[in-house]
């Protein structure tokens, strides 16, 4: 690209990610070429953009469509269906879960309180303004909790203090949290050297 050029992309992207700033409502499909905009921003300044935005989750099955069901991405997908997130929503309806429920005086279905899906689905049980039509709660926790968003992931990768937001104690006892030990039980990397053009 000729320098001018550059410019012009760059001012663009500026534009349109003030308006994603700027305007809280969105019809879904405008917001997701917006929020594509982002990648033409250099780093630091997309990663606040990306903070400051009212972020609409997409959903894991948007995830595997776009690029992670595959070899040469490492099968993020099939890894976390065959994970224990995976489950996260459906445990609310087990005997336990009545059981955590009502010692946290939710006063209705486990898989309907926000007291649980804080925890225990992608979005923490946010008003359906914040998901468009892919999303599923019966999914649980996915790419999206961790990773902080569709399309970012390549700017954000989780520690050790994103995870303890919901591995705590604060509504019910889980069992101790070694961030090493754990992150091997969902490990999901891309494959070794340089990622295959996709
Ligand atoms: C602060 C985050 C958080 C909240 C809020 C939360 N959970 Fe959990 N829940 C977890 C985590 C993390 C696990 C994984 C358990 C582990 O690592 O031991 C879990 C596991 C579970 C399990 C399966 C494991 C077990 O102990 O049997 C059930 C059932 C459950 N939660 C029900 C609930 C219910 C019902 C609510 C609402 C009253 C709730 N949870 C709220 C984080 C949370
Ligand atoms: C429970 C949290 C969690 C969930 C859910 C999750 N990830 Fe991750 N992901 C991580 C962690 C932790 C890493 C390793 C971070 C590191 O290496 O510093 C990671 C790494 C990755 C990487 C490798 C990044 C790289 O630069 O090599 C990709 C790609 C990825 N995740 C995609 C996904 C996709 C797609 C999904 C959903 C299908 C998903 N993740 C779900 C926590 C999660
Ligand atoms: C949005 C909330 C949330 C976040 C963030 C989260 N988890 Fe979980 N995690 C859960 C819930 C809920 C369960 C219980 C699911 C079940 O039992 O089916 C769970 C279960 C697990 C389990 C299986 C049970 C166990 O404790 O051995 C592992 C391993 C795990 N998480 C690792 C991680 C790691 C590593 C991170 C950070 C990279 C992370 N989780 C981030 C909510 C979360």
């Not at 992207?13 to 917001?31: D, E, H, K, R, W």
């Not at 939710?106 to 992608?122: F, G, M, N, R």
Request: proline share 4%; with cysteine.
């Amino acid at each position: 690209m000729k320098t001018n050029q550059k410019i012009a992309v760059f001012v663009l992207s500026i534009a349109l990610n003030l308006i994603i700033i700027i305007s809280p409502v969105q019809s879904n499909q405008t917001y997701a070429i917006l929020e594509k905009s982002v990648f033409l921003l250099p780093k630091g300044i997309s990663r606040f953009v990306q903070e400051k935005q009212k972020y609409h989750y997409v959903g894991i099955e948007k995830c595997a469509s776009v690029c992670h069901n595959k070899e040469e991405m490492g099968f993020q997908f099939n890894i976390m269906k065959n994970g224990p997130h995976s489950q996260a929503f459906k445990i609310l309806a087990s005997k336990r879960a009545l059981h955590y429920a009502k010692n946290a005086n939710a006063k209705v279905d486990p898989q309907e309180s926000t007291i649980c899906l804080k925890c225990h689905v992608t979005g923490g049980g946010l008003d359906s303004s914040f998901f468009t039509a892919t999303y599923k709660k019966d999914d649980g926790v996915t790419c999206e909790a961790c990773h902080k968003g569709a399309y970012i992931t390549k700017t954000f990768l989780p520690t050790e203090t994103d995870c303890l937001t919901c591995h705590n104690d604060s509504v019910h006892k889980i069992s101790k949290f070694d961030f090493k030990d754990k992150s091997k039980k969902i490990a999901h990397p891309r494959p070794k050297g340089e990622l295959k053009k996709i």
